[in-house]
């Protein structure tokens, strides 16, 4: 028996994943709407037709247990503590996406915070069979994908993930991320959400 002992280390950023429960899922639909008041597009990078700002002081009340996790995750992922300059992070910015069959979201990053975040309040009926029969060989219809480094013979580059209703992914603000367009008729819904330290900063 081979029992020579090995371990390796954990490398790259933390890229964090939660399960919304079902009744904050209800409570974000609450917070948004296709208010043209809130329109937020001329903020964003996405080819998206439906982007609206919602309110980000009722979103950090449902999102606070969620933010104690990721400061657990944080600290085994890093062995070190997050320091806070506070209780948790702020806050700062959050928007819905409304998107449609064959809109996108380009190859973008978060500016002016230091973690973002993504959670999927919806999605549409047929996707799941529209990436069923989807013959490429990476990524499918729909999926986000993070570059979580430069491309390297040596390292997992690329995570693609297929959203499930109630995902909540947070992770820092300069991993690049996109979406592909789908086929499937209906809506993906879902709410971005910036945060610093202290929501003054």
């Not at 429960?21 to 639909?29: A, C, G, H, V, Y």
């Not at 069923?132 to 997992?156: M, N």
Request: aromatic share 14%.
């Amino acid at each position: 028996m081979n029992d020579i002992p090995y371990s390796f280390f954990f490398t790259g950023p933390l890229l964090f994943k939660t399960k919304l429960l079902p009744e904050d899922i209800e409570k974000i639909k609450k917070l948004c709407s296709k208010n043209k008041k809130k329109d937020f597009r001329k903020e964003l990078a996405g080819i998206l037709h439906h982007e609206y700002q919602i309110d980000h002081n009722k979103l950090q009340v449902i999102l606070n247990k969620y933010l104690e996790k990721h400061k657990e995750a944080y600290k085994l992922f890093y062995d070190k503590a997050l320091i806070y300059k506070g209780d948790l992070m702020k806050v700062t910015r959050a928007w819905v996406n409304y998107m449609k069959k064959g809109e996108s979201n380009p190859v973008h990053i978060h500016s002016h915070c230091i973690f973002s975040s993504v959670m999927f309040l919806s999605i549409p009926p047929n996707l799941h069979q529209e990436v069923k029969q989807y013959k490429g060989t990476t990524y499918g219809p729909g999926h986000l994908s993070f570059e979580v480094s430069s491309v390297s013979e040596f390292a997992i580059d690329n995570i693609y993930v297929r959203p499930e209703v109630g995902d909540f992914y947070i992770f820092p603000w300069n991993i690049k991320h996109y979406v592909v367009p789908f086929a499937s008729e209906g809506e993906r819904i879902s709410v971005a959400a910036n945060f610093k330290w202290n929501e003054n900063e």
